[in-house]
Nanobody, 123 residues
Framework: VQLVESGGGSVQAGGSLRLSCAAS????????WGWYRQGPGRKCEVVSR???????NYAGSVKGRFTISQDVPKNLVYLQMNDLKPEDTAVYYC???????????????????WGQGTQVTVS
């Protein structure tokens, strides 16, 4: 399984970004997958996660601002981020079958399959 994120960058507060994640060896449709982030000195946070029965949750800090979606034919998933705030600055990861809880490290997670991450900086 290989996941590749794209779309990160630098943006001013109040701006928007859309992250994309492409998978090989894994089908997002009908599976558990999600977006996570880890900022400097912070835990690996579950930003949004959806399950095989299409139940979707968002972290309270992003609810109403972030939206996840998927393009089933292209096997792509997205994280649309609006009204970005400086505290949203982090490395964002796409994960397949990742944990439903916050953890110490995204990079060292032993659960699921993870992409390499993409940096989002909000100033």
């Amino acid at each position: 399984v290989q996941l590749v994120e794209s779309g990160g960058g630098s943006v001013q507060a109040g701006g928007s970004l859309r992250l994309s994640c492409a998978a090989s060896g894994f089908r997002f449709d009908g599976s558990d997958w999600g977006w996570y982030r880890q900022g400097p000195g912070r835990k690996c946070e579950v930003v949004s996660r959806t399950t095989s029965d299409s139940s979707t949750n968002y972290a309270g800090s992003v609810k109403g601002r972030f939206t996840i979606s998927q393009d089933v034919p292209k096997n792509l998933v997205y994280l649309q981020m609006n009204d970005l705030k400086p505290e949203d600055t982090a490395v964002y990861y796409c994960a397949a079958e990742g944990p439903s809880w916050d953890s110490e490290s995204c990079v060292n997670s032993e659960i699921g399959y993870w992409g390499q991450g993409t940096q989002v900086t909000v100033s």
